[in-house]
């Protein structure tokens, strides 16, 4: 009975990597040259959606008490996929396409946007061998592939107040955020374990935090995705800085 019941929060895992593949599938359909960004906007919500199937995972494991080691390693594998290799292909199909060749059909943007899988992977293999510390040392994957993956869709969305907003984000300018993000993965930074910490409050914190969330989500939508994940990021970061001050952090 019990692996039959561990196939329910696998299912979790595999919709968590199946978002992250339909993401690179949407990525790779973008065409600059008819501007079709609806696809990209997908994408990066694809890989939002992925990480609510992520965050279900472990939470249905531990309630039917079916955790095993393949569980463990299926959410390292679809993580990998969902974000790594899925926000790698979305930033070079949004912006580092337009960088030069270097040799035959091989150019810097295809280099550029390999960092992420490759910072996602060694993150989550580091995390496999040191998931009894406490905390995150460096930043988890999944806020990393939102972060990142969604900046495209910040171009064109519609906001109360302003309507629909529509604007230009240079290469040059998601180049140095999208490299910043993928080296937090595997810096030393130690980033706290904040919505676990909220779950634990209770109910009514829960019940909160979704209300506040869904509401976000309707009247900011990926603008809200944006600015929530990138304040966990900061915070995280200042944090970090702020013990390095008091000498309290190695």
């Known amino acids: 009975m019990g692996r039959k019941k561990s196939i329910i929060p696998n299912i979790f895992t595999m919709g968590n990597m199946v978002m992250g593949f339909l993401s690179i599938l949407f990525s790779a359909s973008y065409d600059p040259s008819i501007n079709n960004y609806q696809v990209l906007t997908v994408a990066g919500v694809l890989i939002f959606i992925g990480s609510i199937f992520d965050a279900s995972d472990g939470a249905i494991a531990r309630a039917l008490d079916v955790e095993s080691e393949i569980g463990m390693q ?3 594998l679809a993580d990998a ?3 790594g290799i899925a926000p790698g292909v979305l930033a070079y199909q949004a912006f580092f396409y337009q960088m030069p060749e270097i040799c035959g059909l091989i150019n810097i943007g295809m280099l550029i946007a390999a960092i992420f899988p490759i910072c996602a992977v060694y993150r989550l293999a580091r995390f496999n061998c040191t998931e009894s510390m406490p905390g995150f040392i460096g930043l988890p994957s999944p806020p990393a592939g939102i972060v990142a993956g969604i900046v495209p869709s910040l171009m064109h969305t519609t906001l109360p107040f302003f309507g629909e907003v529509s604007f230009e ?9 999208f490299i ?3 080296f ?3 810096s030393a930074v130690d980033f706290t374990k904040l919505f676990s910490d909220i779950w634990k409050k209770g109910m009514t914190a829960r019940i909160i935090t979704v209300a506040v969330i869904i509401l976000l989500l309707i009247f900011f939508k990926t603008w809200a995705i944006f600015v929530v994940t990138l304040l966990y990021v900061v915070a995280g970061v200042i944090k970090w800085l702020l013990k390095k001050l008091k000498g309290e952090a190695a």
């Not at 984000?169 to 140095?176: R, T």
Request: net charge negative; glycine share 0%; hydrophobic share 65%.
């Open 180 to 182: 910043f993000i993928a």
């Open 184 to 186: 937090l993965m595997v």
């Open 81 to 83: 996929v969902a974000y």
């Open 169 to 177: 984000i240079s290469m040059y300018w998601y180049l140095p955020f």
């Open 74 to 76: 299926l959410d390292s």
